[in-house]
């Protein structure tokens, strides 16, 4: 809130209006000269249109030097094989038609970016980029809350969003990404010596955000607005959620505190945490029921300050996460996500002390005094405050502490008596607070679905809802007091690649410091929940990966680097149980990770931790945990009522059933052992399904047609449609649902 008024303050001159880029470029570069540093807002909110105006621009005229900072690129999907091309292409046609690549993607995947163009991002989409030497070396490690420090170290000039148009005019929402837009113009808005140029890339498919992330008109220099801009926003499609990522969610949501905080990240393991907590709270049974079968008693030991939480939630859920999946829609339309949070840390510590409730009434004016909050009689910051939350009367005025009548009369008012309180009070009485928040985020990414969802909002639901800075959402330096009011029993839950024995968190890079995506706001979290009362650091990951055929564990005894450091350790979370690491020895570390871990995997790193003197040399690894095993995982939930509530797409899909089918299916098959002999059989087991017409198979004819294999006679599409046909009948289960209905 400090940040929307310092900018409101501002005598900035109304902005530039252009219809061609062209034009907008052209009086760009009058005003910066010719080297400029672009700040690309991360994911969505890129500006597209004029970004791609202006790298043309530069590759054509040498004597511009353009320097891009940005973050997680979005690319349309593009297939590495013939089999995922053909489920691609119809994909790009219906979903990606109009969407712009941004012009340096091509050029840097080939490495062949012009001298004077640079291209430098902080996080990269996850895989995307490994073994290009260009990307790999312009890649810039820093905590998120780091990157607009970093960002005027690097002379960022120019700043280009796409924003979303308020009806009616007079404001833009920065919606999307005011992550590190709002902290940019923070920093930048009293600095003679640095000047900084907004670019806003008019967009009204884009929901409108109120709140942090509104903007006068005023604050931007230049705006791009028309039809061409007007174009479908980048979709994220949900990935199918297998058994590893749902078993890790209910160990996850069975740590999640009634009345705290959540922050989750995108991703197949997001969706299933998110319903997970969905089930807990509408389907407790049935929660219960898969917890029960989960959680080994014995596995209760390494909880250590974790409780097993069953019940449904009473006083809810509030949001405070950097990245907004789409599974917090759900959430808060299952009644899940329902705790809100005031800007005001004396409102919001009363209300978490129950000292006062939600609803306005004496005791609220009492509580408010008796905390010395507010003075009696009122000054006028009390009353501003009061009646900004709706608890004072609008028609109360301050001078004189008077209070018009309904007869016009002025009534003297203070809060010494029951009947000047009321009157106080007056039309406000047991009505809601205002300015109740339900969920505090950075940036959103997601399906079309959930953009389709945003834009629907209702005013109410959609004041919840505060995009901010991303130094709002990660940190804790500012409006401390506040923050630690709000985000109580906060579980802050992000993923991993790896985690050694001892407790060192791998997310963001391999052996050979390849970069796999980046640190983000990961450590920031981890950092919070050190600092925050009751707060946990939940770090997940699948206890193993198939890499080339081979099954590799993700629980390793050491590893060259890492994102976390071990004193850091808190709390990981694998398909196979929850461990709380804080605060114990390396000896019960490393035994608390063992019980996680895959069983194929123990002897090994067990001998590993004996060898280094960390673990005697009479412990065995107890019975219980010699069960760790995808068969013991699948068993679990194979049983026909848990099937019927664990759909593949839990918050639904942009996909149509044949390529939500097909989906899963390409994913095992990417991930499967593709020895000869394997492949034989899958060709083998491919032909007969391919030939079978019997009833009950429509389905994976659709699929077989949805890829173009209905009419093909060459012998290599042959072949592949086979191996898809066997992976399609050995990975679909027909009695789990697709969607959650």
């Known amino acids: 809130m400090e940040q929307k008024k310092s900018m409101e303050g501002s005598s900035k001159e109304a902005p530039r209006r252009f219809a ?31 970004a791609n105006a202006l790298y043309a621009r530069a590759v054509a005229d040498p004597s511009i030097s353009l320097t891009i900072f940005t973050a997680l690129t979005l690319e349309r999907p593009q297939g590495d094989s013939d089999i ?6 119809p994909l790009l046609d219906r979903l990606y038609s109009s969407y712009q690549d941004l012009g340096y993607v091509s050029p840097r995947r080939k490495e062949h970016l012009p001298k004077n163009i640079n291209v430098i991002e902080f996080f990269m989409e996850p895989g995307a980029l490994l073994g290009n030497h260009y990307a790999q070396r312009h890649y810039v490690s820093a905590n998120y809350t780091q990157v607009p420090e970093d960002l005027l170290r690097f002379g960022v000039n120019v700043i280009a969003q796409m924003v979303a148009p308020m009806e009616g005019g007079g404001r833009y929402s920065l919606s999307c990404n005011p992550d590190l837009t709002l902290p940019l113009l923070k920093l930048t808005a009293n600095r003679k010596d640095h000047r900084l140029f907004l670019v806003g890339e008019v967009n009204p498919q884009l929901p409108y955000m109120t709140g942090s992330s509104e903007l006068e008109e005023s604050e931007f220099d230049l705006l791009l607005e028309g039809e061409v801009f007007d174009t479908p926003l980048f979709a994220a499609p949900a990935i199918p959620v297998s058994f590893t990522e749902y078993s890790i969610a209910f160990h996850i949501a069975s740590m999640v505190a009634d009345g705290g905080t959540l922050q989750v990240g995108i991703g197949a393991l997001g969706d299933a945490v998110c319903h997970a907590l969905r089930l807990r709270h509408k389907e407790n049974a049935h929660y219960r029921s898969i917890i029960e079968k989960l959680v080994d008693r014995e596995s209760l030991h390494y909880r250590k300050d974790l409780p097993l939480l069953l019940e449904s939630f009473k006083q809810g859920l509030y949001g405070a996460s950097e990245m907004v999946p789409h599974g917090f829609l759900h959430l808060r339309r299952a009644g899940v996500l329902s705790r809100e949070v005031y800007q005001d840390a004396g409102l919001q510590q009363l209300l978490d002390g129950d000292e006062i409730t939600h609803t306005v009434n004496e005791e609220t004016l009492l509580g408010l005094k008796n905390a010395g909050r507010i003075s009696c009689p009122l000054t006028p910051e009390d009353t501003e405050f009061l009646q900004r939350f709706g608890i004072v009367d609008p028609s109360y005025s301050w001078r004189g502490h008077k209070l018009l009548t309904p007869d016009g009369e002025e009534e003297e008012c203070d809060l010494h008596s029951e009947h000047g309180r009321r009157r106080l009070i007056g039309s406000c009485l047991n009505k809601k607070l205002r300015g109740g928040i339900w969920l505090h985020g950075g940036f959103y990414l997601g399906p079309e679905l959930m953009y389709r969802e945003l834009r629907d909002l209702s005013p109410d639901e959609r004041a919840g809802i505060d995009m901010t800075a991303i130094d709002f959402t990660n940190d804790l330096q500012s409006q401390g007091e506040l923050k630690r009011a709000q985000r109580k029993q906060a579980r802050f839950i992000n993923s991993a690649m790896m985690v050694t024995l001892g407790g060192a968190v791998v997310s963001d890079a391999l052996v050979d410091n390849q970069v796999v995506s980046g640190v983000g706001g990961q450590y920031n979290f981890v950092a919070q929940a050190f600092a925050l009362p009751g707060a946990r650091s939940v770090i997940a990951l699948p206890s193993t990966r198939v890499r080339g055929g081979i099954c590799e564990s993700n629980i390793v005894w050491e590893y060259p680097h890492a994102t976390i450091p071990r004193h850091l350790r808190d709390v990981v979370v694998t398909e196979y149980g929850a461990v709380d690491l804080r605060g114990k020895t390396d000896r019960d570390v490393m035994v608390s990770m063992l019980s996680i871990c895959d069983s194929r995997f123990q002897a090994v790193l067990l001998e590993q931790a004996k060898f280094a003197g960390k673990i005697e040399k009479s412990f065995v690894i107890p019975q219980s945990f010699n069960n760790n095993t995808p068969e013991h995982i699948t068993e679990i939930f194979s049983v026909e009522s848990t099937l ?72 290599e599409h042959r072949l592949e449609a086979y ?3 066997a992976a399609l009948r050995n990975h679909i289960d027909r009695r789990r649902p697709l969607r959650w209905e």
């Open 20 to 50: 061609s880029v062209e034009e907008c470029i052209d009086a760009l570069l009058a005003k910066v000269g010719k080297k400029v540093v672009l700040g690309l807002p991360l994911g969505l909110g890129k500006a597209n249109h004029f």
């Open 84 to 89: 995922s091309r053909r489920f691609i292409q």
């Open 644 to 715: 019927a509530i664990l759909p593949y797409y839990p918050l639904g899909t942009d996909f149509t059933d044949e390529e939500a089918l097909l989906a899963v299916s390409l994913q095992q098959l990417r991930a499967a052992d593709r020895s000869w002999w394997r492949m034989l059989m899958a060709v083998i087991q491919g032909r007969k399904v391919w030939h079978d017409k019997s009833t009950g198979t429509e389905w994976l004819q659709r699929c077989l047609a949805r890829m173009g294999y209905d009419h093909t006679e060459t012998y």
């Open 723 to 725: 191996v898809v046909a």
